[in-house]
């Protein structure tokens, strides 16, 4: 692989916190190596920054490998950047050349507001999760895991449902701000297994309110989420979710 | 004080049942007076804080990253072991025990690790009863593989993402509870002390990584399930964040630290690009199962890996270990790949990798498919062809991931990989209870040291950070909260917690006035490199005088020099990481001390005054054989106190590959 | 929107080939008798009702939609590349149906009024719709606009057709392909079908 340096101008937000308004501000970065990621080249200007007395631009991560789902960057307006079925700490400078400029943004959405710079406030997913996302079974009660039979096709399709990481670059990415890739991944994942059965119906009644009382915007069928999912989460689970939804809401005595 | 492992007695399979059957329980009514803080929630601390939740205490759980989701356990590629012998192939309870006890090359508690190993099935259980998507077979059932060379399969998996699995499991039990008012998590937040009152663990000060402000929180009792420490080389297979803070606060408040030295070096890791290289990248182990490792024979080889003919080739693994070849254990593997690397034949710009090569497995698939198709007269490139597509099923995934981050072809040309820290063994000292030398502290998952000795076997760390999480603290917990049910919640208006929240207030106030020149990162790359090189795979008495010399220089130069922007009580990523930073170069003047203690070679780390004469490694049962468990005297200042480890079962052998 | 939508669907059917009679080139009569049965049909005229209740509905769903929608995100993207992601007429179903809806204020105060007028104002008069079409279409600037409301027409269904299954909650690696070109095919021929009228009536091509 060829290796270069390169030189690029960023344009980041910078937001002092949730209160104050952010704006764009513009930073000069030399020589980076096409072999950096992304993150490491912020991790440059950072070390820039501190140097010459300013303040670090905020941004999160962590496992810096694409499955904590903690980077959260809209980079040159695409969630996770330019690469598909890509998270933002897995995108590597050979991506850009030198003299690009790269406009670094954080999520947008209501329901996940910025908390400082590039870090926004996702805890309306765990609030989500809290709603149903889950299967009652207290530490000891289960089974023997053999006990139950589960189709492969099944399995293999709740398998490729949970694989979401809880990024929220479906929500970045969706021009409605929408989070249902998200809620139809753990709705999916768990009407597709005997063991979500008995809960079928509350769960997904229950986590699509939470998602609307969040503040996320509803589904019109772009399907720009699964194309910017950095696990390529189909919205095959959206269908799921939504007949889920409405045969639950079809058939459930309850209000 | 002496060391009480508060081992049960009677026969090892008989000493889990007999402490359950035993062990004091708390009524309802009265665990839900009883408070208990949960901090980390990976695998340990999701499912702790989740079982307690469940049982009825009053749970607070606390992590730095921005949802319980996002702990480090996540990222574990390969599996979890479990006993089940679902396959018939002649795995146990026993089994599982005695490969772990051996793998950790003789220096890990036996009781622990049988009992690891009698809940190894019932964590398998669990996750499918919470909607954990392990891989099948087509009849429905659970579907197994053999993982780190055993001869039993045992491991369950879900692609090359069960911990990211087991986790989210862990993570729904723990938010369900969070939605019942069971548990109140508390994220972005870290705990920078432990508050003890009359020497028992109290509670709690924490700093909201938000808005910067130092809180006190009350628990009846505190578990740690903060992880491992691997960050103290700077480079390493864990998260950004990981940290040794809440493991090292407990030390300086009384815990012990166990065998802080055995760290765990895995072999096959993409290697550094360069300086600006923040983390290392793991590549599942099972890419040895068919690649065969090699160096080019002459030093300083400029030419492509392709235009280098087969007898200018070093298969060292091979040409070392005839017997196991390139399945040598990872930490045989890693010195092996240092070992050629130092003497000068590394390979790629860095000079510090060797070739995993695929070339041979691709035309030896490829045989046997135009064999299976009956087809003997394809030329080599049908036979390329054929065997690419093998390897693709096999290991596609895998590939494709070196490819996003080196951005060369692994089909076409060879992949470099070198060894990286992945894990680390040590941890703060617990008995068989998970309590460690303060009362009420307890230590659960990787931030403990009990059950994988010297060296972790793959698909060993799930188990047990979900093993002391799900089924063991839920009863060793009781036995000590049984005690505790006269103890009225403490205000945390105590002075205990004003004392302890001043001195957390004065570190930070200190940290960000230095106003130095250095940054945060300068410092914590140079601690990565001196314990790289002298306490990292190989090590010697001379090397680590030396790195005890050069960290307590770095530490001085720390605390005279940092860098911090911002402020205390706001958002400062820079001044989280300069705490965490300030504790991980005290924890690595620790290794070193205990490496140099240690003049044995074992497990995952070579000590070079104890080999055989051809340059193996050799253990030293007679003097060796023990715990070390640290107790922090003051600054740069520690006793070493020994629990002797006693093999009842598992006779030590000097273990071979030749 | 989706139940609301294929009901539009489907009506458009019916539309589009009762239409069709122009064609038939027997100077409109096919096509008036139809006219006729469909306004003087009570079953017909109790699902026009209907018509209009799921036409007024579906604006009202889209309009609650768009508002939550905009709602959703209060800061906008500074820099942001939809296209890479999505295709521009699945994002512009709000704007594409309001253009049908100012069409279908056109097109209504063309034939719908005139037809209900001379049923109710002039007691049953005698009523050729046929050369009210020819009537309209043979102002140049009056079938472009047809045309172009076609053109919006199309593009909302082409989208909007696949779209109502994936909301009722049908996506299958079999079929859903199979809705989709079905879709596209409907679009195509509904939208060819009403293109062709104003067209062919402008160009004199219907007897």
Redesign the interface.
């Known amino acids: ?1 060829e ?1 270069y340096h390169m030189n690029l101008t960023l344009k980041v937000w910078r937001q002092k ?1 949730s209160k104050e308004q952010g704006k764009l501000e513009t930073y000069q970065v030399k020589g980076i ?5 992304f ?2 080249m912020f ?2 200007l950072n ?1 820039q ?3 010459d ?4 631009i ?1 941004f ?6 694409g ?4 980077c959260s960057m809209y980079i040159n307006g695409q969630a996770h950047g330019p ?1 598909q079925q ?1 998270t933002t700490c ?1 995108l ?1 400078m ?1 991506a850009f050349k030198d003299g690009d400029t790269i406009t670094v943004e954080p999520w947008r959405s209501k329901a996940f507001p910025v ?2 710079d590039l ?1 926004v ?3 309306a ?2 609030r989500i ?3 149903g ?14 006990a ?5 096709k099944d ?2 399709d ?2 490729m449902a ?2 979401c ?2 990024c929220g670059a479906c929500v970045a990415t969706c021009k409605n701000g929408s989070a249902m890739l998200f809620v139809g991944a753990k709705v999916s ?2 009407a597709l ?1 005997p ?2 059965g008995p809960e079928r119906e509350s769960r997904v009644l229950n986590m699509v309110a939470q998602m609307d009382k969040e503040g996320f915007g509803n589904c019109t069928n772009t399907y720009a989420c699964e194309a910017e999912c950095p696990k390529g989460i189909s919205v095959s689970n959206i269908a799921r979710l939504n007949s889920e939804y409405l045969k639950a809401g079809l058939t459930t005595e309850t209000k | 004080m002496a060391l009480d492992a508060k081992i049960p007695h009677g026969e090892m399979d008989k000493k889990w049942t007999d402490y359950k059957g035993h062990v004091k329980l708390v009524n309802p009514a009265n665990k839900r007076k009883l408070e208990v803080i949960v901090v980390g929630t990976g695998l340990a601390g999701a ?1 702790a804080a ?2 307690l939740g ?1 049982l009825g205490y009053k749970v607070k759980a606390f992590c730095f ?8 356990s ?2 574990a590629q390969g599996g979890i072991n479990a006993a ?1 012998n ?1 396959q018939n192939d002649g795995d146990s309870v026993f089994r599982l025990f005695y490969d772990t006890v051996k793998g950790g090359d003789y220096r890990a508690r036996e009781a622990n690790v049988h009992r690891l190993a009698e809940v190894s099935t ?1 964590i ?19 579907s197994n593989r053999s993982f780190g060379g055993t001869q039993v399969q045992r491991t369950f998996y ?2 090359g ?1 069960t ?3 087991l986790l ?1 499991g862990a ?3 723990l ?2 509870q ?2 019942l008012g069971n548990v109140k ?1 508390y ?1 972005r937040h870290e705990m920078l002390d432990v508050v003890k009152i009359d020497d028992k663990a109290r509670g709690i000060i924490a700093r909201d990584l ?1 808005s910067g402000e130092l809180e006190s929180h009350f628990g009846h009792a505190v578990l740690l399930c903060s992880g491992g420490y691997g960050n103290v080389f700077y480079l390493s ?1 864990n ?3 990981s940290n040794v803070t809440a493991a090292w606060k407990a030390h300086k408040k009384g815990a012990f630290f166990g065998n802080p030295c055995f760290t765990q070096i895995h072999p096959t890791c993409i290697p550094v ?2 300086d ?4 290392l ?2 590549m599942s182990e099972s890419l040895r199962n068919d690649g065969r490792i090699w160096v080019p024979l002459k030093k300083e080889e400029s030419r492509n890996p392709k235009d280098i003919p087969e007898n200018e080739r070093d298969y060292y693994l091979e040409r070392r270990y005839p017997a196991f070849g390139n399945l040598v254990p990872r930490d045989v593997a890693s010195r092996a790949a240092k070992e050629r690397c130092d003497e000068g034949y590394g390979v790629g ?1 860095t000079k510090m990798a060797v070739y995993l090569d695929y070339k041979d497995a691709i035309v030896r698939y490829g045989k046997i498919e135009a064999g299976k198709a009956g087809n003997d007269n394809l030329s080599h490139e049908e036979i390329v062809a054929l065997g690419k597509k093998v390897v693709e099923e096999k290991y596609g995934n895998l590939f494709e991931m070196y490819q ?5 072809n692994p089909y076409e040309t060879p992949m470099r990989i070198y060894p990286a820290v992945h894990y680390t063994m040590g941890g703060l000292w617990v008995d068989y209870e998970l309590q460690t030398t303060v009362k009420g502290l307890y230590a659960l998952g990787e931030a403990n040291f009990s059950d994988h000795g010297a060296n972790r076997l793959g698909a060993s760390a799930l188990m047990q950070g979900l093993a002391d999480g ?2 063991v603290i ?1 009863y060793t917990l009781g036995n000590y909260l049984a005690d505790e049910i006269h103890t009225n919640s403490i205000s945390t208006d105590h002075s205990a917690f004003a004392e302890a929240q001043k001195a957390v207030s004065d570190r930070l106030n200190t940290l960000i006035n230095i106003k130095g ?1 250095q ?1 945060v ?2 410092f914590h790359k140079r601690l990565g490199k001196i314990i790289w090189d002298k306490c990292g795979m190989a090590r010697s008495e001379k090397g680590l005088k030396q790195a005890i010399e050069e960290v307590r220089a770095l530490k001085k130069e720390f605390w005279s020099d940092v ?1 911090i ?2 402020e205390i009580n ?2 400062n ?2 001044l989280d990481k300069a705490g965490r930073v300030a504790d991980l170069i005290e924890l690595g003047e620790l290794m070193c001390l205990d490496a140099l203690d240690r003049n044995e070679s074992c497990g995952g780390h070579f000590r070079e005054e104890s080999q055989t004469e051809d340059g193996e490694a050799k253990r030293d049962d007679e003097n060796y054989a023990y715990v070390a468990a640290w107790e922090n005297k003051g600054d740069s200042s520690w006793e070493l106190h020994k629990e002797a480890l006693s093999f009842d079962i598992v006779k030590p052998t000097q273990r071979s590959y030749k | 929107m989706a139940f609301t939508g294929l009901f539009l669907i489907l009506f458009l059917i019916v539309h589009a080939s009762i239409n069709a009679c122009i064609f038939l080139n027997d100077g409109g009569k096919t096509f008036n008798e139809m006219a006729r049965f469909m306004s003087h049909n009570w079953i017909m005229r109790f699902l026009e009702l209907g018509l209009f209740a799921g036409l007024i509905t579906h604006i009202i769903q889209g309009l609650m939609l768009w508002s939550q929608n905009k709602n959703a995100r209060p800061v906008k993207y500074a820099y942001s590349q939809p296209n890479k992601n999505s295709k521009w007429y699945s994002r512009s179903m709000a704007i594409l149906g309001t253009l049908l809806l100012l069409f279908l204020v056109m097109h209504l105060s063309h034939f719908y009024v005139d037809t209900k007028v001379a049923l109710y104002v002039k007691g049953d008069a005698p009523h050729n719709l046929f050369e009210e079409m020819k009537e309209v279409f043979s102002v140049n600037w009056i079938v472009g606009l047809y045309v172009a409301g076609v053109i919006a027409l199309f593009w909302h269904l082409y989208h909007g057709f696949q779209s109502a299954f994936q909301s009722l909650g049908f996506n299958h690696k079999k079929y859903t392909p199979l809705i989709k070109s079905i879709g596209f095919g409907y679009a195509i021929i509904i939208c060819l079908l009403f293109a062709s009228m104003p067209i062919a009536m402008f160009f004199d091509w219907i007897k």
Not at chain 1, 53 to 56: A, H, L, M
Not at chain 1, 60 to 65: P, Q, S, V
Not at chain 1, 67 to 70: N, P, S, W
Not at chain 2, 276 to 279: D, L, P
């Open positions: 692989m290796h916190n190596s096409s072999e950096m990621s993150l490491e991790d440059v070390e920054l501190i140097v007395g300013k303040e670090p905020a999160d991560h962590d496992c810096r490998e499955i904590c789902g903690m690469w890509n897995q590597h050979r908390l400082k870090v406030n996702r805890s997913f765990d999760i809290q709603a996302g889950f299967i009652s079974v207290n530490t000891g009660n289960a089974v023997d895991a053999n139950i039979a589960i189709d492969k399995a293999d709740a398998f949970a694989a990481i809880g994942q768990l297994l063991q979500g | 499912s989740a079982s469940e990253q921005d949802s319980p989701r996002r702990a480090h996540i990222a089940k679902y019932s398998i259980d669990q996750c499918v009863a919470q909607g954990v998507p392990f891989a099948r077979e087509y009849g429905g059932l659970l879900a692609a993402q911990g990211q699995q989210l993570y729904s039990a938010e369900r969070v939605a998590m994220t938000v297979t998260a950004m964040g690009s360069g600006h290289q923040s983390k990248t793991l710009t996003k981050i080196t951005g060369e799900y089924f839920p020149k940054t990162e300068s860098r922007p911002g706001s958002f990523l820079e």
